[in-house]
């Protein structure tokens, strides 16, 4: 028999004037190969494009982000009363309106010039008796009394979008009553100055490490979404290098193909994404929400999620023809894929932790988060921890499948299986990575409820009123008056003078903030140093001498009188009402619903802390709704790949059945090959999720809840389960003997 000649080199030439260059026609190639095949390579594509464009409809979200926050920041600020010009056309009043934990913020306005502007949004500023409310505070009122009660004036529009800052805000203008015109004050419009809001350090490090959190399991969603289909590219290529193709042509024929289907991949996330944007309007979570208009992502971040999904794409498949031998004879694979090299995966996971700690170590823990670059910083050091944690999942597998020699059959094949195989670890990544996240997130939303959670009060009957300046006490005292459950109410007068502070309130009050019993009418308690007994001070234009007084040794600050019998401190009008009654929180918004009738200005006191909650509670919902987010991704991308992975694996299937291998065994064999790598993921992610919160977290704010490290944990294990479940299907159609026909 003649043997056949090697196939000849040809130089390679330039192409001819007119014509494309060789490469070119390569890509082209891959790209027919990608739109022109059979319904498996469309099946495959649509997969492929469906997967990448889940991607990049989360990453537009990502990107838009900032402009939306800047788009409801110029809202705000537009509506904003100008207080700094020295004309005025209107006078304002700011008023909050608490109801049931909600905050109501309105503006009372009344006209002081001819043609006075009117807010954004709406059409004209009301007069006395009317009022023009948002279209949520709209709805709220037509269905709760309760409310309708606080608003008694007649509603005469409706705010537009212009003057919103989210679609479903509890805003308000209402016509300034004479009665509290002393207590507004002159601005010339609206659109005044208002500096950026800050957030508190303990936010800050909630944003840094959710955006590391959820940005790296996005990115791995997406790398694994292009490499679906992987092996029936590779035996495309093989028969190509069949007939004569190079190394080089190999490589732009597998980028045209790959490319093809994150190109369409991106199309399908931009217009998925233009899809859902009119959900937004609908959808607000906690007190966190946009309108449409304002999702629209940044120019930069919009570029680059174009550019770098397709780049990714393209140099993840040129990589994965590293493991591959696509020779002349066809497509060959080695027993096992090339030994991972460990070093780079554990050093993303010590440069993040080094990171972490050089920047805890630049200064106090408050210094730390009040500097964003550092406190980007921080994010950058949480992403490069748990990218690593996604990057040591494949070696750790590896590493088990080639020691581990179990006796039962399924498992082995499973780890036979897995020596192989680099899909299931990488889709898993996505997992862990979104596990370990969960994890940190869990411990730093701990430590910021420790932060923002009001401590329990020692006197939960005591309510405290902050009465606005000029508001006549006597009518709001005639309605606390009038509320069941009130058993005293105490009058809390205060002068803020040069280096001293005259508080004069009742024995009992007294009694309560300094823990004294020997008050009397006229008794004085000194908190501090100064002043001695004797000196004259100014108060209200009168003169009044300090009393003799005992000093008391407390956290506070200032000098304390017995009110009853001085004239001078009596007449200074109260600036606080001290009501005790019903410990329940529904008595608090009874006496802010009697007390809105005399005046909406008056609030309750809360702790500081307390004020925080709601925006602790939005971020907490928002890592929680984009952990959400990152699961579903991760579950359909483990579900496309172990669905694409049994379709490429369908002839070796069916092979093992038509040789007597039963069908529990190779189902169970899938089982085990989803159980292994994810039993390794959660055995990983849990020291790495703890140990990063403990690294972030401030000195002696550790704390783990095991119960909701049990339930995320439980919850990821049932995840792998179900899909592993929903690809036995699959393999009862692969292990079919019609499968064999082309063996």
């Known amino acids: ?14 192409a001819p004037a007119g014509r494309s260059p060789r490469w070119v026609a390569d890509l082209v190639l891959g790209i027919r190969l990608a739109v022109g095949g059979s319904r498996t390579s469309w099946a495959r594509l649509a997969l492929t494009a469906a997967g990448v464009g889940l991607g990049v409809t989360a990453l537009l979200l990502a990107a838009s982000i900032g402009p939306a926050r800047e788009a409801k920041a110029l809202r705000v600020q537009a509506a904003a009363p100008d207080w700094t010009s020295s004309s005025a056309a209107f006078d304002a009043r700011y008023v909050i309106v608490s109801w049931q934990g909600r905050l109501i913020v309105g503006l009372e306005l009344a006209a002081t010039a001819p043609g006075a502007p009117a807010p954004p949004g709406v059409g004209r500023i009301p007069g006395p008796g009317e009022l023009v409310v948002s279209p949520e505070l709209f709805d709220l009122m037509r269905s709760d009394d309760s409310v309708r009660a606080r608003f008694p004036e007649t509603v005469i529009g409706v705010i537009a979008d212009a003057g919103l800052p989210r ?23 609206f659109g005044g100055y208002r500096p950026p809001d800050t957030l508190p350090p303990i936010y800050r490090l909630l944003m840094a490490a959710a955006i590391g959190a959820l940005l790296v399991p ?24 069949l007939v004569g193709a190079s190394r080089a042509q190999l490589r732009w024929i597998a980028s045209g193909e790959t490319l093809t289907g994150a190109v369409l991949g991106l199309f399908v996330g931009v217009a998925l994404f233009f899809a859902a944007r009119p959900l937004t309007r609908f959808i607000e ?70 990171l972490i700690v050089a920047v805890s170590a630049v200064g106090g823990y408050w210094q730390v988060m009040a500097d964003a670059r550092l406190a980007v910083g921080l994010g950058v050091g949480i992403a490069l921890v748990l990218a690593g944690t996604g990057a040591v999942l494949p070696w750790l ?32 990544s996505g997992v862990v990575v979104v596990l370990t996240g969960s994890l940190t997130l869990q411990v730093l939303l701990g430590v910021a409820a420790q932060y923002t959670a009001a401590p329990p009060s020692d006197t939960p009957d005591r309510w405290v009123l902050d009465v606005p300046q000029h508001t006549s006490v006597r009518p709001l005292e005639e309605a606390i008056a009038l509320v069941a459950g009130v058993r005293q109410v105490s009058e809390v007068r205060v002068h803020n003078g040069p280096g001293v502070a005259v508080i004069s309130t ?21 908190l501090g140093s100064t002043p001695d007994p004797g000196p004259k001070l100014r108060i209200d234009g009168k003169d009044w001498v300090v ?18 019998g001085d004239p001078v401190l009596a007449s200074l009008p109260p600036r606080e009402l001290v009501v005790r009654g019903d410990p329940d929180e529904s008595f608090g918004d009874r006496l802010l619903a009697a007390t809105g009738r005399a005046d909406r200005g008056v609030t309750l006191r809360r702790p500081f802390e307390a004020g925080q909650v709601e925006l602790f509670t939005s971020l907490r919902s928002g890592v929680i709704g984009g952990s959400v987010l990152l699961t579903l991704l991760a579950v359909i991308g483990l579900a496309a790949a172990a669905v694409d992975q049994v379709f490429e694996r369908r002839r070796p299937a069916a092979v093992l059945a038509a040789n007597g291998v039963p069908p529990r065994v190779l189902a169970l064999s899938a089982l085990w090959q989803s159980a292994i790598p994810a039993a390794l993921g959660i055995a990983l992610a849990i020291p ?42 699959a393999l009862r159609s692969a292990i079919r003997p019609s499968s064999l026909r082309t063996e």
């Open 688 to 729: 790495i999720g703890l140990g990063t919160a403990w690294l972030v977290a401030p000195a002696g704010r550790f704390r783990v809840d095991w119960t909701e490290i049990a339930t995320t944990v439980t919850a990821a294990a049932v995840v792998v389960a179900v899909v592993s479940l929903c690809t036995l299907p």
């Open 285 to 354: 979570v906690e007190g966190v929400g946009f309108f449409p208009t304002d999702l629209l992502p940044d120019p930069l971040l919009g570029a680059l999620v174009a550019v770098g999904v397709p780049v990714v794409a393209v140099v993840s498949a040129l990589l994965a023809l590293r493991t591959e031998d696509v020779g002349p004879l066809g497509l060959s694979r080695a027993v096992e894929l090339p030994r991972h090299r460990p070093w780079w995966r554990f050093g993303l996971i010590a440069a993040g932790a080094a």
């Open 547 to 564: 009393p003799p007084h005992r000093r008391v040794d407390t956290d506070l600050w200032g000098l304390v009188v017995a009110g009853g």
């Open 397 to 428: 597998v590896g590493q088990v499948a080639r020691r581990l020699e179990p006796d039962g059959v399924a498992p082995l094949l499973a780890l036979r299986a897995l020596r192989f195989d680099a899909g299931t670890p990488r889709v898993l």
């Open 1 to 14: 028999m003649t043997p056949i000649p090697p196939h000849p080199q040809v130089p390679a030439r330039s």
């Open 167 to 189: 679609p479903k805000s509890l805003i308000f203008y209402a016509g300034l009553p004479d009665a509290h015109r002393e207590a507004a004050h002159p601005a010339a419009g």
């Open 506 to 526: 009742d024995c009992v009050e007294i009694a309560q903030r300094l823990g004294v019993r020997d008050c009397v009418n006229g008794s004085a308690y000194l």
């Open 218 to 241: 996005l990115g791995i969603f997406v790398l694994v979404a292009t490499r679906l289909g992987a092996t029936g590219r590779a035996q495309r290529l093989a028969a190509i290098r």
